[in-house]
């Protein structure tokens, strides 16, 4: 099923991205904890993920890079708000150096993830919250919605192989 809605709200300044998987809660929550498994969809198929560090926990951070077509790296870093398993986690999201390190920790995406699951589907809503305008046309502009909608695509095969317990 995976994508079954995104939505660019300028108002609010939000994006929401809702993806439906036929698994548990408990396995979707698993491709989000599971740093190996995360970085097998965190980007879109052209440009994978790398994460350096994952301490998911509320209060912990990530790094990570993606390496783009052309062996390219554009990194990234988390700051986690919030890890209430298996159903919320809210985390910053920003640019990092060549070090990994923010390049301003003040220039950050808030996103939330929710999971709800229903008769064996589960519905993963992911809300990013912008702090302006500006900041949102940039993020759209490098192509948010559509490499979201690319990267979120990959995790139904994930789901579907036998090591991601059930």
Request: net charge negative; hydrophobic share 35%.
């Amino acid at each position: 099923m995976t994508v079954i809605s995104s939505h660019k709200d300028v108002e609010n300044l939000t994006f929401t991205i809702t993806a439906e998987f036929t698994a548990g809660v408990d396995q979707v929550w698993q491709v989000w904890e599971n740093p190996r498994l995360l970085e097998r969809w965190w980007g879109p198929p052209t440009w994978p993920a790398t994460f350096e560090r994952l301490e998911f926990a509320s209060g912990g951070d990530a790094r990570y890079y993606m390496t783009g077509p052309e062996g390219e790296k554009a990194r990234g870093w988390w700051r986690i708000i919030d890890v209430s398993a298996p159903r919320r986690l809210e985390f910053d999201d920003g640019f990092a150096g060549d070090d990994g390190e923010p390049l301003d920790p003040d220039d950050t995406t808030r996103c939330v993830v929710t999971l709800e699951e229903d008769a064996g589907v589960t519905r993963m809503t992911s809300v990013s919250t912008f702090t302006s305008t500006e900041q949102l046309e940039q993020m759209s502009g490098m192509g948010m919605e559509e490499g979201m909608t690319e990267a979120m695509s990959q995790i139904d095969a994930i789901l579907s192989e036998s090591s991601v317990s059930r």
